[in-house]
């Protein structure tokens, strides 16, 4: 137990699923596992383990923003020994290449969060996914034939910005692909503890473009942004 899990000690698997919404790790577990039993229940911030292809995976929600994302990171490496990482989220393209529906591999997280950067003055520290994890997710999105990008990505603490697509620009003009809302604290948080993490996030608007996408193509957007995770949980 800790303030924000309730789960017992070892309810965790050693690999989790880390989607931002507790009604997207309630559909991941309800969809996807086998024998999945539900082990927090705190803040209705819901997370389940159970079975994929034969070996335990959890789904753990975080919340939004890199603050709740941390708090949840922290308690799984510290507590309950975690030791795999898998953001599964949405990303808002910052690239005209990358279309919604796509899918982006974060291999770094700039941020304007202080998170990352407490305790590491004078340097700026630039938090990292894991490569073995980026490749393989790689892999497996090829195999799948499905549109994926790997590349850094922005994770910002600002959702609404008055200044629109302007305030991205230095960020565009240094080859950022899209922005989230948490891998930098992920990335910062996994490396402290020397353990694995890597965000993977379908595309879910342009800020480039305007589109947004639809009802069906977001349902099978998660489906194969789901199924690709746990594939790499379980093989990663
Ligand atoms: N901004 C921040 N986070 C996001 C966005 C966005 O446009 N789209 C999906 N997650």
């Known amino acids: 137990m800790t303030p924000h899990l309730n789960a017992e000690a070892g309810a965790y698997a050693e690999a989790v699923l880390l989607p931002g919404d507790p009604l997207r790790a309630k559909w991941i577990a309800e969809t996807f596992l086998t024998d999945a039993i539900q082990v927090n229940s705190v803040r209705n911030c819901l997370?389940?383990?159970?079975?994929?292809?034969?070996?335990?995976?959890?789904?753990?929600?975080?919340?939004?923003?890199?603050?709740?994302l941390g708090i949840y990171t922290h308690e799984l490496i510290t507590a309950y020994g975690v030791k795999t990482l898998i953001r599964?989220?949405?990303?808002?393209?910052?690239?005209?290449?990358?279309?919604?529906?796509?899918?982006?591999?974060?291999t770094a997280a700039s941020t304007d969060s202080s998170i990352p950067t407490q305790g590491m003055a004078p340097f700026h520290y630039a938090p990292t996914g894991d490569f073995g994890l980026a490749r393989?997710?790689?892999?497996?999105?090829?195999?799948?034939?499905?549109?994926?990008?790997?590349?850094?990505?922005?994770?910002?603490?600002?959702?609404?910005?008055?200044?629109?697509?302007?305030?991205?620009?230095?960020?565009?003009?240094?080859?950022?692909?899209?922005?989230?809302?948490?891998?930098?604290?992920?990335?910062?948080?996994?490396?402290r503890h020397g353990v694995r993490a890597i965000g993977v996030c379908g595309v879910s608007d342009s800020l480039i473009t305007g589109e947004e996408i639809d009802a069906d193509a977001?349902?099978?957007?998660?489906?194969?942004?789901?199924?690709?995770?746990?594939?790499?949980?379980?093989?990663?």
């Not at 997370?47 to 890199?66: D, L, N, R, W």
């Not at 090829?142 to 991205?168: C, K, N, Q, T």
Request: aromatic share 6%; net charge negative; with cysteine.
């Open 47 to 68: 997370g389940f383990t159970g079975t994929y292809k034969g070996q335990q995976v959890s789904v753990q929600a975080t919340g939004m923003g890199q603050p709740s």
């Open 136 to 191: 393989r997710a790689a892999e497996i999105a090829e195999d799948r034939r499905l549109p994926w990008h790997a590349g850094p990505i922005l994770s910002s603490d600002v959702f609404y910005r008055p200044e629109g697509l302007d305030a991205f620009k230095p960020m565009i003009d240094h080859g950022v692909l899209a922005v989230e809302m948490e891998a930098a604290t992920l990335y910062t948080l996994a490396a």
């Open 218 to 236: 977001r349902a099978t957007t998660l489906n194969d942004l789901a199924d690709m995770c746990l594939t790499l949980a379980v093989t990663g």
């Open 88 to 106: 599964v989220g949405t990303c808002g393209a910052l690239n005209a290449k990358i279309n919604v529906r796509d899918i982006v591999i974060a």
